[in-house]
């Protein structure tokens, strides 16, 4: 049978079964197999941003967007996260002026924030990866929380459906879906404080991150949404069957890690 001859649905979980063991055992193994991941993941994202944004054939600015994030994330590896921050911003500045030579300054908002909206939750999940003894248990966590916030929101809003959020954005998305999210995230954040760290975290504190998380993953997913919708776009690539590209499949990440990242160092005392 055709990939496209089957439902979006099913097609959703076909990729998912495909991609999601590769994306764990990148995450299990660690190290420069977790880097050469996210790598892959920044460059395409790189392109599916600019390509909407910016340009439509690769060019300068997609150059200047990609090699911003990926020197950051080489800094980053080396956990010197301020002067990989220093790598985006410059490279920000970079494609801007970019952009200000090339005579697309109704654009440069876009050159600007582009390397940050990639960059940031690529170099928290490198950060959070590369915490001692639980760095595993805790990316791995995050990413069962935002898929359970997924699929709990995707059957919640169809099987009740309901008022939609914000159907100017995203007509798909029910209030009844986010309460169904946050609820799946919720048990799967206790299941994972439980089984995979041990117990760290008090239950009521894993709950409430549970729920934050759910409501980041789905603010990431309008935001992700209203970027297409102001370009006119249903897709940022059509890269994976079911999903659209990997910035459609990432987009619960986008706010969630960097505000994960930042809630561990400051419970460490990092300034």
């Known amino acids: 049978m055709l990939l496209s001859s089957l439902t979006s649905l099913q097609q959703r979980v076909i990729s998912a079964l495909v991609l999601a063991p590769i994306a764990v055992a990148a995450l299990y193994y660690g190290g420069l197999c977790f880097l050469l991941f996210l790598v892959g993941a920044a460059l395409i994202m790189a392109y599916e941003w600019c390509h909407a944004s910016l340009e439509k054939s690769p060019g300068i600015l997609t150059f200047l967007t990609a090699a911003s994030i990926v020197g950051a994330i080489i800094f980053a590896y080396k956990y010197e996260l301020f002067q990989s921050i220093t790598v985006i911003i410059l490279g920000s500045a970079l494609v801007v002026f970019a952009a200000i030579t090339l005579k697309k300054k109704d654009r440069l908002i876009w050159a600007w924030i582009g ?56 007509p798909n998305k029910t209030w009844a879906g986010l309460i169904g999210g946050i609820i799946s995230a919720m048990i799967v954040a206790y299941l994972v404080n439980r089984y995979l760290v041990d117990g760290q975290v008090a239950t009521i504190w894993i709950l409430g991150l549970g729920a934050i998380c759910a409501i980041l993953a789905q603010m990431g997913d309008f935001a992700e949404s209203a970027w297409k919708r102001h370009f006119g776009i249903k897709d940022a690539s059509n890269l994976i069957p079911g999903h659209g590209g990997v910035m459609d499949r990432l987009d619960g990440v986008f706010l969630t890690a960097p505000v994960l990242m930042v809630i561990i160092m400051f419970m460490n005392g990092v300034s």
């Open 115 to 170: 390397p940050f909206c990639i960059g940031l939750p690529v170099l928290s999940l490198l950060m959070l990866r590369g915490i001692p003894d639980m760095g595993f248990a805790v990316t791995l966590g995050l990413f069962l929380v935002i898929w359970a916030t997924d699929i709990g929101a995707y059957f919640s809003g169809k099987t009740i459906g309901g008022p939609k959020i914000a159907p100017a954005i995203s």
